[in-house]
């Protein structure tokens, strides 16, 4: 009976170890909401042009372009705005967005890889591979440099 008790034990961490392993992955890496924004080319390149109207559960923002709502998607952790010197946009600021329209199983969305507010421009992916920037340093380091 003791053997099939850490039998069924050992069992019990092998399955939720799977779950955990394969948790949060999507066909383009890191999942956000069920589709992976971490790689994003090939993609159609646009401009989103408008105000602030409001900001998605994680990493988005909503902005009104004059002719609909658009959300971006993408735009980087607080921290990573910090390290630059910019603060990042709040409801109601104007931006310029240089993004890509990125097709994604559950439906294109909107990727930022730069956005200009008050006249900065903060990049935010790697133009060549679309990585974002603020994931370059795995261990956890924080860049510093402007």
């Known amino acids: 009976m003791k053997k099939i008790s850490i039998a069924v034990v050992a069992l019990m961490f092998v399955v939720m170890g ?9 066909p383009n890496g890191n999942c956000n909401n069920g589709a992976g924004i ?3 080319y090939p993609s159609t390149p646009v ?3 408008g105000t602030v109207v409001s900001f998605t559960k994680g ?4 902005v009104d372009t004059g002719a609909g709502l658009e959300t971006v998607y993408g735009i980087g952790p607080v921290w990573y705005w910090d390290s630059h010197g910019i603060d990042r946009p709040d409801i109601g600021e104007a931006v310029i967005i240089d993004a890509r329209s990125v097709e994604f199983p559950v439906g294109v969305k909107i ?3 730069s956005i200009t507010i008050e006249g900065q421009t903060i990049q935010l992916r790697d133009t060549d591979s679309g990585s974002p920037l603020w994931r370059s340093n795995r ?4 860049e510093t440099s402007r």
């Open 18 to 26: 799977l779950g955990t392993a394969f948790a949060g992955k999507g």
């Open 38 to 40: 971490f790689l994003v």
């Open 47 to 49: 401009t989103i042009e």
């Open 59 to 62: 990493l988005g923002m909503v």
């Open 111 to 113: 990727i930022a890889v």
């Open 139 to 142: 261990a956890g380091k924080r």
